[in-house]
T-cell receptor
Framework: AQSVTQLGSHVSVSEGALVLLRCNYS??????LFWYVQYPNQGLQLLLK??????LVKGINGFEAEFKKSETSFHLTKPSAHMSDAAEYFC????????????FGSGTRLQVQP | NAGVTQTPKFQVLKTGQSMTLQCAQDMNHNSMYWYRQDPGMGLRLIYY???????DKGEVPNGYNVSRLNKREFSLRLESAAPSQTSVYFCASNRGRTEAFFGQGTRLTVV
């Protein structure tokens, strides 16, 4: 069975500071990996994904994430936080075969201070 | 292009009442899903459907039933609502494994 751990349910950064949101997964084989963002009272929007190939993936709004197989990690980063980045972020995985459903982490709420 | 549409957006039920959450997608996707979102727990899979006419239980199926009416529509039914089913419900669809598209959610309160 797969599982996803997001360290830190709340992260606060200053505007212009580095954003680092941590995600580790547990899976018998490397899964597909995703980061989703949720703004208040809205659905989830895909930020970026890793399926195969280059381990550093770039997404929307200046975010990127690196898949590190040896560390079973897929941390999300952004060099300079903007006020509009304040939201909840979810790391998720799906199996490469069989059921295609996503398994989500518990989420990290990002607060950006002016 | 509407994507995934859920109705209603908000609902308050009394304990023991029943209701059906509706979901429709216009992207010709085969797979559809129902998740519930609870604070501090992320999203958990209730049921999924790999194609029209097929459904399968997810992580938290108790108290729910689903119907995949056709390729577009996937409904979630609560036969006898309980306060523990107070949650935000999301429907999603995908064609392959590389991206799921989510509806805006239904915020359900059971009193």
């Amino acid at each position: 069975a797969q599982s996803v751990t997001q360290l830190g349910s709340h992260v606060s950064v200053s505007e212009g500071a580095l954003v680092l949101l941590r995600c580790n997964y547990s899976s018998s084989v490397p899964p597909y990996l995703f980061w989703y963002v949720q703004y208040p009272n809205q659905g989830l929007q895909l930020l970026l994904k890793y399926t195969t190939g280059a381990t550093l993936v770039k997404g929307i709004n200046g975010f990127e994430a690196e898949f590190k197989k040896s560390e079973t990690s897929f941390h999300l980063t952004k060099p300079s936080a903007h006020m509009s980045d304040a939201a909840e972020y979810f790391c998720a995985v799906s199996e490469r075969t069989g059921r295609r459903a996503l398994t989500f982490g518990s989420g990290t709420r990002l607060q950006v201070q002016p | 292009n509407a994507g995934v549409t859920q109705t209603p957006k908000f609902q308050v039920l009394k304990t023991g009442q029943s209701m059906t959450l509706q979901c429709a997608q216009d992207m010709n996707h085969n797979s559809m899903y129902w998740y519930r979102q609870d604070p501090g727990m992320g999203l958990r899979l209730i049921y999924y459907s790999a194609s029209e006419g097929t459904t399968d239980k997810g992580e938290v199926p108790n108290g729910y039933n689903v119907s995949r009416l056709n390729k577009r529509e996937f409904s979630l039914r609560l036969e006898s609502a309980a306060p523990s089913q107070t949650s935000v419900y999301f429907c999603a669809s995908n064609r392959g494994r590389t991206e799921a598209f989510f509806g805006q959610g239904t915020r359900l309160t059971v009193v």
